[in-house]
Nanobody, 127 residues
Framework: QVQLKESGGGLVQAGDSLRLSCVDS????????MAWFRQAPGKERELVAA????????YYIESVKGRFTISKDNAENTGYLQMDALKPEDTAVYYC????????????????????WGQGTQVTVSS
């Protein structure tokens, strides 16, 4: 059973960096693709970045390319989102999400592939 918990959010200034972590206490990270989503006030939740089960072929939405880096350490059952050069428009609650087990699809970049969610961590970027 997957149990996801995010950490690492906070209040920073524009241009600063944050590193979000997502631990799967069910220790099933190696069996699942993983993604980070975010939801800003009054907006729909959007997928920000995704990565395959093996930790390869990262996918990013255009607005974060070159600034965010997604990774996962299957041995530690932990996923990461390194966020650099943060902007006020990055302000949102960030959620990690995981697919079903034994995931082999190439569609890991599709939001609908994700079934399990953490509780979220707030990221606030001041100008």
């Amino acid at each position: 059973q997957v149990q996801l918990k995010e950490s690492g959010g906070g209040l920073v200034q524009a241009g600063d960096s944050l590193r979000l972590s997502c631990v799967d206490s069910g220790r099933t990270m190696t069996l699942r693709a993983m993604a980070w989503f975010r939801q800003a006030p009054g907006k729909e939740r959007e997928l920000v970045a995704a990565i395959t089960r093996s930790g390869n072929s990262p996918y990013y939405i255009e607005s974060v390319k070159g600034r965010f880096t997604i990774s996962k350490d299957n041995a530690e059952n932990t996923g990461y989102l390194q966020m650099d050069a943060l902007k006020p428009e990055d302000t949102a609650v960030y959620y990690c999400a995981a697919t079903a087990t034994y995931y082999t699809s190439s569609s890991y970049w599709r939001p609908g592939e994700y079934r399990y969610w953490g509780q979220g961590t707030q990221v606030t970027v001041s100008s």
